[in-house]
């Protein structure tokens, strides 16, 4: 008959030496998925921080054009607002009058007009009254025409309003999205550049700083000529904010984005750009690297960038977040689209 024994339970001792056992496997695991995940280099950081502000920058271009379309749709729903209220008074006037025609035919009396004059005993008299009432009838037809062409007036008019708001709630939305994304792009740049050493980030702040050229350096632009007076002047301009912080959606005069910096200075030259850099490829004439001269818009990685060229390859523009005013070289600021002269 076969035996049921309990089986036997480890001791205190083999358990002990178990847990440790696979507290040291946990810990080697862990010591090898470390060495698994190298320290990223700082060039591979560099080149991902670029790439962030760049879509930071694409996303501060995108929410400038929602914010421009707010304006203009804002001062469009004023306009008809205002048209609104004028052509709710001057139907109110009408509606008056017809008040007034209504109110002048029953002090005439509903009485045949046949049996008025019979019973008149100045027939003359009657006479005139009744012209009187035939034009007060005319006048009534055309003041509730008048009515009628009005009220479909406002009816269409406060369709449009109504149209127009909702166009700006949704531009509203995406003016708040693209400014998130916007700060999320330069969040994840922040914490890529926390990942290297202390030392590591004073070297691309050195580097940063290096590149960021303040106002009293000096940078050879050559002796090019440049298109016109207007262009000469936004130029000039642009060089007196060198060093000015980036700011995105900044206009200035003390901070900048990139379509903020251009916008500004052509502004003190006299003339009126749009606010984007996808509508500023529109105030000009395009034309092309070669073409080229002091003054001209210069524009970067698929509309996105937009600076002043300043000669002898060199672009005065606000970089990116983090950087200020400077000039910089074309070959180092991106993939170069085309030139606009104004």
């Not at 509203?172 to 980030?201: D, G, M």
């Not at 001269?293 to 300043?310: E, T």
């Not at 950087?323 to 910089?328: D, I």
Request: proline share 3%; net charge positive.
């Amino acid at each position: 008959m076969a035996s049921h024994r309990r089986p036997k339970q480890p001791s205190r001792t083999r358990v002990t030496v178990l847990t440790a056992t696979a507290a040291a496997a946990v810990a080697l695991s862990a010591q090898a998925g470390a060495q698994a995940a190298p320290k990223p280099k700082i060039d591979d950081v560099k080149s991902k921080v670029h790439a962030l502000q760049e879509e930071a920058e694409v996303a501060t271009e995108q929410a400038n054009l929602a914010d421009e379309r707010r304006g203009t749709l804002q001062k469009e729903i004023s306009a008809l607002q205002d048209k609104v209220a004028r052509g709710q008074q001057e139907l109110n006037t009408l509606r008056g009058q017809i008040g007034s025609v209504a109110a002048a035919q029953y002090r005439s009396g509903g009485i045949d007009p046949a049996l008025q004059l019979f019973l008149s005993s100045d027939p003359d008299s009657y006479l005139d009254k009744a012209s009187a009432i035939d034009q007060l009838s005319a006048q009534q037809a055309d003041v509730l025409e008048s009515i009628q062409a009005k009220q479909r007036i406002l009816a269409q008019q406060r369709a449009e309003a109504t149209t127009k708001l909702a166009d700006l709630e949704d531009v509203r939305k995406t003016l708040n999205e693209k400014k998130q994304k916007s700060q999320e792009k330069l969040a994840e740049a922040r914490k890529l550049l926390n990942t290297l050493t202390a030392a590591e980030r004073a070297r691309i702040q050195e580097e940063e700083q290096r590149a960021s050229r303040a106002a009293g350096d000096r940078v050879d632009l050559g002796n090019e000529v440049p298109a016109s007076q207007r262009g000469s002047a936004a130029l000039s301009a642009a060089a007196t904010r060198l060093g000015m912080p980036y700011v995105s959606g900044a206009e200035g005069p003390n901070s900048f984005d990139c379509s903020g910096l251009t916008q500004w200075a052509y502004r003190q030259a006299g003339v009126s750009l749009t606010r984007t850099t996808y509508t500023q490829q529109n105030d000009g004439v395009k034309i092309g690297r070669s073409q080229l001269k002091p003054g001209d818009l210069v524009f970067f990685n698929s509309l996105a960038h937009v600076g002043l060229y300043a000669g002898n390859g060199q672009v005065l523009h606000a970089p990116h977040s983090g950087a200020v005013v400077r000039y910089e070289s074309m070959s180092t600021i991106g993939s170069f689209q085309f030139g606009v002269r104004i």
